[in-house]
């Protein structure tokens, strides 16, 4: 099973001068705990249930401060045509739940923990 098989194609994506807040809404309506962070087309960093939570209990007006700031910058990434299970081993090791999909430099979808787990339970 490749990752093309388990990612999601449906993305959501702020700018880095985004505000916290914002991207926090943003994973509110689409039920998910991650927003990939671009400037331009260019992917600079993700944007994590985590790091949002990191950012409300470290400053009282994280949610009015840009995404840039909380993010994790240079976020690691995968292909499509690698195995799921190299995925989900990635995110194991790196701690992390969700893995940007590139294709050269541009972004085709997100993989995560759950994707990933869901699929293999099958």
Same mark, same amino acid.
């Not at 701690?95 to 099958?122: I, T």
């Given at each position: %099973?490749?990752?093309? &098989?388990? *990612?999601? #194609?449906?993305?959501?994506?702020?700018?880095?001068?985004? $505000?916290?807040?914002?991207?926090? $809404?943003? *994973?509110?309506?689409?039920?998910?705990?991650?927003?990939?962070?671009? &400037?331009?087309?260019?992917?600079?960093?993700? /944007? $994590?249930?985590? &790091?949002?939570?990191?950012?409300?209990?470290?400053?009282?007006?994280?949610? %009015?401060?840009?995404?840039?700031?909380?993010? $994790?910058k240079g976020p690691t990434t995968i292909t499509p045509d690698h195995d799921a299970r190299e995925a989900l081993r990635t995110m194991v090791q790196g701690?992390?739940?969700?893995?940007?999909? /590139?294709?050269?430099?541009?972004?085709?979808? %997100?993989? #995560? %923990?759950?994707?990933?787990?869901?699929? /293999?339970?099958?």
């Open positions: %099973m490749k990752v093309a &098989d388990v *990612m999601s #194609s449906n993305l959501c994506v702020a700018g880095p001068e985004s $505000t916290v807040g914002e991207a926090a $809404t943003l *994973m509110g309506e689409h039920a998910i705990g991650s927003v990939l962070i671009c &400037d331009e087309e260019q992917l600079v960093g993700i /944007l $994590t249930e985590r &790091d949002i939570v990191r950012a409300l209990s470290s400053a009282h007006d994280a949610p %009015m401060r840009p995404a840039e700031e909380w993010m $994790t701690g992390f739940r969700h893995l940007p999909v /590139l294709e050269g430099n541009k972004v085709v979808g %997100m993989v #995560s %923990m759950r994707d990933v787990a869901g699929k /293999l339970a099958e």
